[in-house]
């Protein structure tokens, strides 16, 4: 029977065409000239706020990225003149609605990028509240927002046909992908890239981890080196995500040296011709993929996957504040 995972996984380029003919001036107006502008999510949408931030730099914007938690109990305060973009898929991540009320209550310039239904008003909304736990279109719609505001700033080769060709890569992707390239680990699995793809490596992880029930963690290629990579063994494999894009060749060597070490390992490739922040969605919809064929392998559900005590609602809304709309 199809997940509703896997039914989700096929309709990203769907939304990632729609969402780049979407008028997103007026929200990109918001953020032209703030000081600085803070990207913040939880979990997914804080990947996505990383690669975000790789989008403005490229229009020259001052921006920088944040977990929702780590912001409200730890970041710098927002000041008039700042922007805060917001992400959540849902509007209702305890730590991200207290962000939005932060930035309402301090007058500094704010954006959201939130799914149909979260009531928050301002916001730029993307795809339906997904079936599965396992968000992955909304990832991907967040990321098609972002490039389609730093389009709008100034940002080269993020544009609609940019995105037009990057759903073309997803379609191409889910067309051509075969089962058993990546086989499951016995123990853990590392992923591992270098830039952008270091975000994609810690994305994939986390799809991993909630679909297949995988001990999987996304790794900098760096902090692999420096430490992290003492624990594998010949019952685990690393992942290396696009090492042909890494200039200082850092992740194939890791790669051999795992070799080595009698650590299999396993590439996952790049596509050529888009912006590095485009190239991720077709990385990651593969690493989707890869997600929904393990939860297969591993006989687990990948479409309820927060359960038992992990699932208790005063645990979700620890951070939380009242809000309204």
Not at 111 to 140: D, L, R
Not at 245 to 267: Q, R
Request: glycine share 10%; net charge negative; aromatic share 4%.
């Amino acid at each position: 029977m199809t997940t509703a995972l896997e039914r989700t996984i096929h309709i990203q380029a769907d939304a990632i065409e729609r969402i780049a003919g979407t008028d997103l001036a007026e929200p990109a107006q918001r953020l032209r000239g703030a000081r600085r502008v803070f990207l913040i999510g939880t979990g997914t949408s804080r990947h996505a706020a990383d690669l975000g931030v790789l989008l403005l730099r490229d229009a020259d914007v001052e921006a920088y990225s944040f977990a929702a938690g780590q912001f409200v109990t730890g970041g710098p305060a927002l000041l008039p003149d700042d922007a805060a973009v917001v992400i959540s898929h849902t509007g209702r991540t305890a730590y991200s609605r207290r962000v939005r009320d932060t930035a309402r209550t301090a007058g500094c310039r704010l954006v959201t990028i939130t799914g149909e239904g979260a009531g928050w008003p301002e916001a730029i909304v993307t795809v339906p509240p997904e079936e599965c736990e396992t968000y992955t279109v909304s990832y991907t719609a967040s990321l098609t927002v972002l490039a389609s505001l730093a389009h709008h700033l100034g940002c080269p080769d993020v544009g609609p046909a940019d995105l037009a060709r990057a759903a073309g890569h997803v379609r191409a992707v889910c067309a051509t992908y075969r089962p058993g390239a990546v086989p499951a680990p016995e123990r853990a699995l590392g992923l591992v890239g270098a830039g952008p793809y270091a975000v994609t490596a810690a994305e994939g992880a986390l799809k991993l981890r909630e679909a297949a029930g995988v001990l999987a963690e996304g790794f900098d290629a760096e902090r692999l080196l420096h430490g992290a990579a003492v624990p594998y063994g010949h019952r685990d494999r690393l992942l290396l995500v696009a090492p042909e894009t890494d200039a200082d060749g850092l992740v194939s060597a890791i790669g051999a040296a795992a070799a080595a070490e009698n650590v299999p390992v396993s590439i996952v490739p790049s596509v050529t011709g888009l912006h590095p922040v485009l190239a991720q969605l077709p990385v990651t919809v593969g690493l989707h993929l890869l997600a929904a064929e393990l939860a297969g392998v591993n006989r687990r559900d990948p479409d309820q996957v927060i359960v038992g005590a992990w699932a208790e609602e005063s645990l979700w809304e620890r951070g939380s504040v009242p809000s309204e709309p």
